[in-house]
């Protein structure tokens, strides 16, 4: 007992060594609840923030079906942004960019197969980004894990796909007839197949008819599916010679139906003068039919019959100008495409064109278009519809062109570039408008950007290509093909061409210590001749390293069963040829061959190595 409770009764002291043992569990239970919060109060959070993740995850897979593709990217950003280690947001964000066919899509799906095994879904959508994006062993991967068990229809699509981008065509051909044999196919899946069988069939008359009959049937009914089969047999009734018609801004079949690839593959079909006018009767009555299959019937009704070119186009216009922004853009587009700039502006005055973003540049290029670039600048410089900084940018940069404000108009693609920093999709838009307008500058610039900000993004890369073969500069063009040997090693095409610019970039009269080089190369070449032998340049290729190799005759041989068509084969590829020639004491045939060459798309080292020849 304390000093100081002596005084106490007994009943006191009770209390107050009661009140004690309340303060000490107090103190005791606060100290736990402390302890609690200190150890367990973080895992609590995240599992928080993953439920969270989870729930905006399951929104934008249910926005990502319906093809609401704003709304998606939000909730899938939204999850990511709450728990970027929770599976259901990277899928999310993976899909995403799968279905709208962004190659930065592959890196989510390899961090996703990191934490959880991928579900049949997502090796598809990898497999379909795969074939995209051109990443041919992260394609060829995903496909033959579909392939192993159970495959399906939308499966056999993919695997011929990836045939048909390796090159390797006639196995493609068993692929699609599985495909419209199989009774669980849907009629997406049999409209692609078809669009694939009609693209490989060549000149196999049977195979090209019977899946032109397909396509025909599938073109009935009052689907998607039909209505984009009859985009595509009215797309390709116009190369019927009735007479020239003009550009339509036509409609496109859906591009990520059933999740596949979209088919790129050039269609020509020949349909009939009846056929035509029952496609146009389809097109006008489909439920589905929009502003563009209306006035891609209108085109056929056109092609038919070019003296009805103004009767047709007063209809279109009295049918489609007072309807809503989106509609009056496609006919702005359409009125464009055939170079009825002054009818543009006339159906559509300012203050509708400020109604919506396409259909202002609609407005802007039928004024561009009538050289009206004056007032370009003041509706641009007034900000009236507000464009997004890069578009505000580029667009007074080819008006200030225009005008011959060339400092300024400088200033404005400087300021193009910089507004795009970081985002890849504004420079590639950047880039691919600075090359339309011949500023190789800027664009090689924007596509060296998108491509620092995503390596794989394929079609910053190709600029990158293209605008390096422009320049004829072969150490530019080797820098090049090499950073995309890096990212694609299993790409034939790219294989090849970065070993053809290596070698020639040797020095002439190479000795010893580029031999096992060019060994090396002779043998990829002959690896890719295997697994193509229809392709002139891999044969070009091996013909040079064989030139290479002081082998003329051996060199000469790579051509002994394929037919040089001047007309139809690249300028490198007949610069080799004709030095084959010449090395096999074929000169007057080689300087014919040569003379076929254009100097100027030669490069330097090609030039020089047959200059003896002109």
């Known amino acids: 007992m ?6 106490l009764t007994t009943e006191e002291l009770r209390l107050k060594l009661r009140k004690r043992r309340r303060i000490v569990v107090f103190v005791l239970l606060l100290m736990l609840v402390l302890i609690t919060g200190f150890f367990g109060g973080h895992p609590a959070m995240n599992a928080i923030k993953a439920w969270q993740a989870r729930r905006h995850a399951q929104r934008a897979f249910t926005l990502i079906n319906k093809e609401h593709w704003i709304d998606a990217r939000g909730e899938a950003v939204a999850a990511y942004q709450l728990r970027p280690t929770e599976p259901q947001a990277l899928r999310a964000v993976a899909r995403f960019l799968s279905r709208t066919h962004q190659a930065e899509a592959l890196e989510f799906w390899k961090q996703l197969a990191g ?6 879904q997502d090796v598809r959508d990898e497999a379909m980004i795969a074939i995209i994006a051109g990443d ?12 192993s068990a159970h495959a399906e229809p939308v499966d056999w699509l993919l695997a011929a796909q990836l045939s048909v981008q390796k090159n390797l065509r006639e196995e493609a051909k068993p692929c699609l007839e599985k495909i419209v044999a199989d009774p669980r196919a849907t009629k997406s899946e049999q409209f692609r197949a078809t669009l694939l069988q009609v693209a490989l069939a060549g000149d196999n008359q049977t195979e090209r008819a019977n899946a032109l009959t397909r396509l025909k049937k599938l073109a009935e009914g009052k689907t998607a599916t039909s209505l984009d089969a009859l985009v595509v047999l009215a797309q390709s009734a116009r190369s019927v010679p009735f007479g020239e018609a003009g550009a339509t801004p036509s409609p496109t079949p859906t591009d990520a139906a059933e999740g596949v690839p979209p088919i790129t593959e050039d269609i020509s079909l020949t349909v009939g003068k009846d056929e035509i006018v029952d496609l146009v009767r389809a097109l006008e009555n489909h439920p589905l039919a929009k502003a563009q299959h209306k006035l891609l019937a209108l085109d056929l009704r056109l092609h038919v019959d070019p003296t009805q070119r103004e009767a047709l186009i007063s209809r279109a216009i009295a049918d489609w100008k007072d309807d809503e922004p989106a509609d009056v853009a496609v006919l702005a587009e359409w009125l464009n495409g055939k170079n009825e700039f002054q009818k543009t502006l006339d159906t559509i005055p300012l ?12 407005y802007l290029d ?28 580029m667009y007074l940069a080819r008006c200030r062109g225009q005008l011959g404000e060339k400092t300024a108009a400088g200033n404005n693609w400087r300021r193009a570039l910089e507004a795009a920093g970081g985002d890849a ?5 950047l880039a691919q408008y600075a090359e339309k307008n011949q500023n190789a500058e800027i664009a090689e610039a924007a596509y060296n950007g998108a491509a620092a900000t995503s390596p794989k993004l394929r079609v910053a890369q190709d600029g990158r290509l293209r605008l390096a073969q422009a320049s004829r500069d072969t150490k530019k063009l080797y820098a090049v093909l090499a950073d995309m040997l890096a990212l694609w090693p299993d790409d034939a095409a790219i294989q090849n061409d970065e070993a053809y610019t290596r070698m020639l970039l040797l020095p002439v009269g190479s000795g010893e210590e580029h031999v096992d080089e060019i060994n090396a190369i002779e043998q990829l070449a002959k690896k890719l001749v295997q697994q193509n032998p229809a392709s002139l340049p891999h044969r070009t290729l091996l013909a040079f390293a064989r030139l290479k190799q002081h082998r003329p005759f051996a060199a000469l041989e790579v051509y002994s069963n394929i037919q040089i068509v001047s007309n139809a084969v690249s300028p490198s590829a007949l610069a080799v040829h004709a030095a084959v020639l010449a090395a096999n004491d074929r000169r007057n045939d080689a300087r014919r061959e040569i003379e076929q060459a254009p100097l100027d798309k030669l490069l330097p080292e090609e030039q020089a190595s047959t200059a003896d020849l002109r």
């Open 2 to 7: 304390a000093s100081g409770d002596f005084m």
């Open 115 to 120: 934490k959880t095994p991928l579900t049949r």
């Open 136 to 147: 041919t062993s992260r394609a060829d991967a995903s496909v033959r894990e579909l392939m």
């Open 351 to 362: 203050e509708k064109a400020l109604q919506s973003r396409n259909l202002f540049l609609r």
């Open 366 to 393: 039928a004024l561009g278009a009538l050289g009206r670039w004056k007032e370009i600048k003041q509706l641009l410089g007034s900000e009236r519809f507000p464009l997004d900084p890069v578009l505000q940018a």
């Open 425 to 429: 999709q504004k420079l590639i838009t």
